[in-house]
């Protein structure tokens, strides 16, 4: 079946400093990628969904310059949080989105800003 | 705006006994549901999804039901497995060029063995 690599699983940081997060379809072609964040016990909330090669498109709220996403490729999403603050910890999450795969979701990213 | 809700924060069974989890949704642009399995700190795994135009879809000892004129979709797990143990998260697309997925809450089941 399909897989989503998301890579790292945990990291921590120092605020003010970026980090960056790696989404990788393995064996198929992602035409569209989405990356969620979660706190503790609320549901997943989309904060922007990216095409290949185009600008991602942010959901209210989510400011895009801390949280820049790049989609060079088809199998290739990353989520760079910038100037990383503690407010800023939490389980983010990508998926991607093939045509005959429907959604795949990676095993997500624990972040903690210290 | 909550447009998923899961209204049940967690849900306790005997395994072998039947597992319901509820869902409501406010959009009624939304045409496609899906419901995810999650462990913790891991990603969602999906389990089961049912288009608007239907009203039951079953998948071995997982069933979906949609009730579009109450909004509202259950899945029913029998017989219910110590393994099921796990958040499950219901969720609602209205398909166009973005494929949005908006999530409810999430629904902690314990299956007692």
């Known amino acids: 079946g399909a897989v989503v690599s998301q890579h790292p699983s945990r990291v921590i940081c120092k605020s003010g400093t970026s980090v960056k997060i790696e989404c990788r379809s393995l064996?198929?072609?992602?035409?569209?990628m989405f990356w969620y964040r979660q706190f503790p016990k609320q549901s997943l909330m989309l904060m922007a969904t990216?095409?290949?090669?185009?600008?991602?498109?942010?959901e209210q709220g989510v400011e895009k310059d801390k949280f820049l996403i790049n989609h060079a490729s088809l199998t290739l999403s990353t989520l760079t949080v910038t100037s990383a603050h503690p407010e800023d910890s939490s389980f983010y999450i990508c998926?991607?989105?093939?045509?005959?795969?429907?959604?795949?979701f990676g095993s997500g990213t624990r972040l903690t800003v210290v | 705006d909550q447009q998923v809700k899961q209204n049940s924060p967690s849900l306790s069974v005997q395994e072998g006994r039947i597992s319901i989890l509820n869902c409501d949704y406010t959009?009624?642009?939304?045409?496609?549901f899906l419901w995810y399995k999650k462990y913790p700190a891991e990603g969602p795994t999906f389990l089961i999804s049912?288009?608007?135009?239907?009203d039951k879809n079953e998948d071995g000892r997982f069933t979906v039901f949609l009730n579009k004129s109450a909004k509202h979709l259950s899945l029913h797990i029998v017989p219910s497995q110590p393994g099921d143990s796990a958040v499950y998260f219901c969720?609602?697309?209205?398909?166009?060029?973005?494929?949005?997925?908006?999530f409810g809450k999430g629904t902690l089941l314990t299956v007692n063995p």
């Open positions: 998926s991607a989105l093939a045509r005959l795969n429907g959604y795949t």
């Open positions: 969720a609602g697309s209205s398909g166009g060029s973005n494929y949005k997925l908006t």
């Open positions: 064996d198929f072609q992602a035409t569209t």
């Open positions: 959009n009624s642009m939304f045409d496609y």
């Open positions: 990216s095409n290949e090669g185009s600008k991602a498109t942010y």
């Open positions: 049912i288009s608007s135009i239907k």
